[in-house]
């Protein structure tokens, strides 16, 4: 199983970024995927997460209106499209994938607790 993690970038305040998670060696229409971010010195924290089956998506309460994942089943990929970026926002952003069996709670798809599988992350920075 491969998690590849791809555009990440330098970006100013307010602009935007579309972040890829390509997925290869699993059946992807059964995984809760779930995009995390690290900032130096901070915990891990979900930012988006999806259901692949069906599409449902879940969203940690602070990235509601700036951020929107997405997927495209026949590219066995997965999408974060992040809005008016603030330097805060500055991270490695990861995709991690785990199996929706049992079907996971919004609280489980947003930790980290439950993925097993991860990539190895795509670098965010804001300029201000």
């Known amino acids: 199983v491969q998690l590849v993690e791809s555009g990440g970038g330098l970006v100013q305040t307010g602009g935007s970024l579309r972040l890829s998670c390509t997925v290869s060696?699993?059946?992807?229409?059964?995984?809760?995927m779930t995009w995390f971010r690290q900032a130096p010195g901070k915990a891990r924290e979900g930012v988006a997460a999806?259901?692949?089956?069906?599409?449902?998506?879940y969203y940690a309460d602070a990235e509601k209106e700036r951020s929107v994942i997405s997927q495209d089943v026949d590219k066995n990929t997965v999408f974060l499209d992040l809005n008016s970026l603030q330097p805060e926002d500055a991270a490695l952003y990861y995709c991690?994938?785990?199996?929706?069996?049992?079907?996971?709670?919004?609280?489980?798809?947003?930790?980290?607790?439950?993925?097993?599988?991860w990539g190895q992350g795509t670098q965010v920075t804001v300029s201000s």
């Open positions: 999806i259901y692949t089956g069906s599409g449902k998506t």
């Open positions: 060696g699993l059946l992807f229409e059964y995984y809760d």
């Open positions: 991690a994938a785990e199996r929706n069996c049992p079907p996971m709670t919004a609280r489980q798809a947003l930790g980290t607790a439950v993925y097993r599988t």
